[in-house]
């Protein structure tokens, strides 16, 4: 592992105990609850689907998939969110694998699944452009891509990096819908995307910076 993947590891361990403290993180109001549950089921394929949920933190969105019947395995860098997604699922019943690793490379061997779900991850992944090509491949022939992402103000604001080395990843900030689009775009057969800016119920609020998903068929 490089000192920045070591870094970003340990700042999201140390993060996983508060993470679910922001409204869009640990979707406890049940009405941002209820928002996320219904996007991503617009995003799903009819029946239950096989789902991979990249960088997925404390698995509240995985939660969400499971609820509504899909297969989900989570993987995230960090140990303590995935210990949190692990614990979430149980706690609320439902069952979901989660494992310890590199979205970039997840540790799931020759599996293949319908959808490939991610949000809020490429801004910090050292080659996102790779990782999306190693997506791709591990969705079944007309899978999908679903990926939430953002270009936010914030992250911006002083060039400050998250963390150290941070402020050498190539979409550290986040990503227009645009350019994302433009990166995708050569991948598959289509995609579009729906702005998620206007809706405040997804974010526990207004918010003014560029957000949105990108969902595209192989
Ligand atoms: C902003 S959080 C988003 C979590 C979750 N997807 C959500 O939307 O609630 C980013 C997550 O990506 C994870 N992460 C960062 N780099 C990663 C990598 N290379 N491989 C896997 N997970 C990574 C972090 O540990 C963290 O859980």
Same mark, same amino acid.
């Given at each position: 592992m490089s000192d920045a993947a070591r870094a970003i590891a340990e700042y999201w361990d140390a993060a996983a105990a508060a993470f679910d403290d922001e409204p869009d993180h640990g979707l406890r109001q049940e009405h941002t609850r209820a928002a996320w549950a219904r996007l991503l089921e617009s995003w799903m394929p009819a029946g239950p689907a096989d789902v991979l949920d990249v960088g997925? %933190? *404390? /698995?509240s969105l995985s939660l969400l998939l499971a609820a509504s019947g899909h297969r989900v395995t989570g993987v995230d860098l960090a140990p303590r969110m995935v210990e949190q997604a692990k614990a979430k699922l149980t706690a609320a019943g439902f069952a979901g694998r989660f494992l310890v690793g590199d979205a970039a490379v997840p540790? *799931?061997?020759q599996e293949r699944y319908d959808v490939l779900l991610s949000r809020h991850l490429l801004w910090t992944l050292p080659d996102p452009e790779a990782a999306l090509r190693a997506w791709i491949a591990r969705l079944r022939p007309g899978g999908r891509l679903v990926l939430v992402e953002g270009r936010w103000r914030e992250a911006g604001q002083? /060039? !400050?990096?998250? !963390?150290? /080395?941070?402020? +050498?990843?190539?979409w550290h900030g986040g990503i227009t819908a645009e350019d994302l689009a433009a990166a995708v775009r050569p991948l598959v057969s289509g995609l579009h995307i729906e702005p998620? +800016? %206007?809706?405040?119920e997804l974010w526990g609020g207004p918010v003014t910076d560029e957000r949105y998903a990108l969902i595209a068929r192989t």
């Open positions: 997925c %933190g *404390t /698995g540790p *799931t061997g002083n /060039g !400050v990096p998250y !963390v150290t /080395g941070a402020d +050498s990843l190539p998620l +800016s %206007g809706d405040p």
